[in-house]
């Protein structure tokens, strides 16, 4: 077990990687606990929940609107919770961000923590404080920062994710690296088979650097307004492509980084050998039946950055393991869905 502080202004956070379900009782208080799960993690996992009064949703990413979290909030109410009340989200990234939303919102804030269950939230969602729910069609729209006290990782949970949810979870590690971390990359490509085969040891190492990589980022840069911003390499295609075809997040983020590293190929950021080798591994992944882009898609971008000037800030790469942030103009960023469109690869 490995403990990696995410600290911030916003408050302390642990994430704890390697960890059992074994470890919870010692983390929790004795009392006045709260379970949101979703009814999948509920049906595997919820004879080994810690005694709690549990909440649970409906899987997947159309859960995370205001409703459901008002609901939740209303359920909360009905069954007691107070200030004093401890909520643990039980889950993956959706459990994850919809119970951080709530813990930040009923009667102004009660603690909280996760139990981490799927790949992409134990390497991603569930670190930094980030909260949030969609509003309609578009991602995150309605959130807020509040830190979980720690967020536990045991990666046996990962046997029962099924191959595609994996998948989706690989995306965000392989951008982890792709963004900060050059070796992590190639290590990443040559344990795929053992990624795909949970190996523990393999989980353990590459879980517990990617956590790494975004606890530091976190720690850096709480609110997103500076270095943080990395992390959003591949999501602004990504975002666009999620919603229009309703595919898991972390493979949108994929297709996405592959649009992005074509775009930082096109403005001469990025050689092309270094664009071939990401998608050589991505495509050893699985990531092979690319969706197109769609027609309004400036339009959408602009919507996803929640702006509508007339420039937005692309994360670009210079190298695999060196991200940069561009200011591009919408003209600029029209023209290059237009080659995109058209080129032949
Ligand atoms: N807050 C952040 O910083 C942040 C970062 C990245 C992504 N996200 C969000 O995370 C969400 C995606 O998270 P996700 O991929 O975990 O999706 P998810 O929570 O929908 O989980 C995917 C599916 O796997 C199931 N599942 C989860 N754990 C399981 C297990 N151990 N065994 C079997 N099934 C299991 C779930 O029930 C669900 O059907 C998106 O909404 C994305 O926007 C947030």
Avoid at 128 to 139: A, D, E, H, I, R
Avoid at 141 to 166: A, N, R
Avoid at 328 to 339: K, P, V
């Amino acid at each position: 077990m490995r403990r990696i502080k995410a600290n911030t202004a916003a408050g302390k956070s642990v994430v704890i990687t390697g960890g059992q379900l074994e470890d919870l009782p010692s983390l929790l208080p004795p009392s006045g606990l709260f379970i949101i799960t979703d009814t999948n993690v509920r049906a595997l996992y919820g004879e080994s929940f810690p005694a709690a009064e549990v909440l649970t949703i409906q899987p997947g990413e159309m859960s995370k609107t205001l409703t459901v979290a008002g609901d939740l909030c209303s359920r909360l109410l009905a069954a007691g919770a107070d200030r004093s009340s401890f909520i643990l989200g039980f889950g993956g990234g959706v459990v994850c961000d919809i119970t951080g939303l709530v813990a930040s919102l009923y009667m102004r804030g009660v603690r909280h923590a996760f139990v981490s269950t799927s790949l992409l939230s134990q390497v991603d969602a569930s670190i930094g404080g980030k909260t949030g729910v969609n509003l309609g069609n578009y991602k995150n729209m309605i959130g807020t920062f509040k830190q979980p006290e720690f967020v536990l990782c045991d990666h046996s949970l990962l046997s029962t994710l099924p191959d595609i949810e994996l998948l989706s979870g690989l995306g965000e590690l392989i951008k982890h690296a792709v963004i900060s971390d050059r070796v992590l990359f190639f290590d990443i490509s040559a344990s795929l088979s053992r990624l795909f085969d949970r190996d523990p040891e393999c989980l353990e190492e590459l879980i517990y650097r990617a956590v790494k990589i975004k606890a530091d980022i976190v720690r850096r840069d709480p609110l997103e307004d500076g270095p943080r911003r990395v992390l959003n390499f591949g999501h602004t295609f990504g975002h666009v492509l999620e919603t229009a075809y309703q595919i898991p997040h972390g493979i949108a983020v994929m297709e996405g980084m592959l649009i992005a590293s074509e775009l930082s190929v096109w403005k001469g950021e990025l050689p092309y050998t270094e664009a071939r080798l990401l998608k050589s591994t991505l495509e050893s992944a699985g990531v092979t039946n690319l969706h197109e882009l769609p027609e309004n898609i400036i339009r959408l971008i602009q919507k996803d950055k929640k702006s509508e000037a007339e420039s937005v800030n692309m994360v670009l790469l210079q190298s695999i393991g060196k991200a940069v942030i561009r200011n591009m103009h919408i003209a600029e960023l029209q023209d290059f869905t237009e080659y995109y469109k058209q080129r032949k690869i």
